[in-house]
């Protein structure tokens, strides 16, 4: 575990900027800026200080004395409001807004810090993280030193999804992914389906790569043998499926098995009496010609609530007594059978 990193002294910041220690206590915690005893060049001066000095607030420190804001900060690491986004995003931001109404704090949604190369940087120097009491963070991948970082200061978050980036025991509430998969397999290959296709994006997120061990392990185990395709030989399917007896595709997702769909239509292969489909994700609201999509419900606005609960748990306890708490949660997705995987013959 890295080292805890070492608190700027208030003391250290008066000296910067030329003030008392109180004048420096009451910048840090006149929550409004409304206190007129405090000059805006001599605020501006601390606050110029605390920044050179990268200050780092004692969470513990300013419960304890009855300083809590009540408000969660919400930080995702990919661009979360884009068409693109909002079906994964969109009910995990809906269940966060109604678990805060329910407990009567506020959301600090983080935007300052902009996204470069794919990404954002939680401790970007316009992440204004430090106005909250915890956060709760949303990605498909994180960066393990921000993490680290986190969780060396002691700073109450919740991360939504597995994390494995690192060896620190980040706090998560996680979908289990592995059980449905399983269970939808089994579903296939009681059906009847023996050689099947599974085509991924590649990605190295850790429910990418629970989905695709479950999938290695039907195949290994003998259930129902796979080839992994990766999304950029879609147009191959037909070929693929023709040269190994596949009667079954699982896609990652729902976006992605309709672009399976549309490569199988194209070649004049009818979807699913010759080929069937699944979603190894969500599928409300996904059909295919007027069928149900066979694949998951994901339990996402359950998951944001859990998220907010635990934050709020890691916030009211006293950190030395973290490790004692169940901070790494799983809820598990619900299979929807769907009306895209057909039972095959024996003939077939």
């Known amino acids: 575990?890295?080292?805890?990193?070492?608190?700027?002294?208030?003391?250290?910041?008066?000296?910067?900027?030329?003030?008392?220690?109180?004048?420096?206590?009451?910048v840090l915690n006149d929550r409004d800026g409304t206190n007129?005893?405090?000059?805006?060049a001599t605020r501006a001066r601390v606050k110029q200080a605390i920044e050179k000095l990268t200050y780092v607030a004692d969470p513990a420190a300013r419960r304890l004395a009855g300083l809590d804001n009540e408000i969660i900060g919400v930080f995702t690491y990919e661009a979360a409001l884009s068409p693109e986004s909002m079906d994964f995003y969109g009910p995990l931001l809906n269940g966060i807004?109604?678990?805060?109404?329910?407990?009567?704090?506020?959301?600090?949604?983080?935007?300052?810090?902009?996204?470069?190369?794919?990404?954002?940087?939680?401790?970007?120097?316009?992440?204004r993280l430090r106005l909250t009491d915890g956060c709760v963070l949303l990605g498909q991948q994180m960066v393990a030193s921000e993490l680290e970082r986190l969780v060396a200061e002691q700073f109450p978050f919740v991360a939504?999804?597995?994390?494995?980036?690192?060896?620190?025991?980040?706090?998560?509430?996680?979908?289990?992914?592995?059980?449905?998969?399983?269970?939808l397999i089994d579903q296939a290959a009681a059906a009847g389906h023996q050689q099947a296709l599974y085509v991924h994006r590649g990605r190295d997120s850790p429910t990418a790569r629970d989905r695709r061990g479950a999938v290695e392990a039907a195949s290994a185990d003998g259930r129902l043998a796979f080839l992994l395709v990766g999304e950029e030989r879609i147009a191959e399917?037909?070929?693929?499926?023709?040269?190994?007896?596949?009667?079954?595709?699982?896609?990652?997702?729902?976006?992605?098995?309709?672009?399976?769909?549309?490569?199988?239509?194209?070649?004049?292969?009818?979807?699913?009496?010759?080929?069937?489909?699944?979603?190894?994700?969500?599928?409300?609201?996904?059909?295919?010609?007027?069928?149900?999509?066979?694949?998951f419900h994901v339990p996402r606005e359950q998951l944001a609530a859990e998220a907010l609960e635990l934050l709020?748990?890691?916030?009211?306890?006293?950190?030395?007594?973290?490790?004692?708490?169940?901070?790494?949660?799983?809820?598990?997705?619900?299979v929807e059978p769907g009306d895209t995987i057909v039972a095959r013959t024996a003939e077939a």
């Open 97 to 127: 807004e109604r678990a805060a109404e329910r407990i009567g704090w506020d959301l600090l949604f983080f935007t300052s810090s902009p996204v470069e190369e794919g990404t954002r940087s939680l401790f970007h120097r316009k992440t």
């Open 237 to 295: 399917l037909p070929r693929l499926a023709r040269a190994t007896g596949a009667t079954l595709i699982l896609a990652e997702d729902a976006f992605l098995t309709e672009d399976v769909v549309h490569a199988l239509t194209a070649a004049e292969v009818a979807v699913p009496e010759e080929i069937s489909v699944a979603a190894l994700g969500e599928v409300r609201g996904h059909r295919i010609d007027g069928r149900r999509l066979a694949g």
């Open 1 to 26: 575990m890295a080292p805890k990193p070492r608190r700027v002294t208030q003391r250290e910041i008066a000296e910067l900027a030329g003030v008392s220690q109180t004048t420096v206590s009451v």
């Open 160 to 183: 939504i999804g597995r994390r494995d980036e690192t060896a620190a025991a980040v706090p998560y509430v996680a979908i289990d992914y592995v059980t449905p998969t399983t269970a």
């Open 36 to 40: 007129v005893r405090i000059p805006d």
């Open 312 to 334: 709020q748990l890691l916030i009211t306890t006293d950190p030395q007594e973290w490790p004692g708490l169940d901070t790494q949660r799983f809820l598990v997705a619900d």
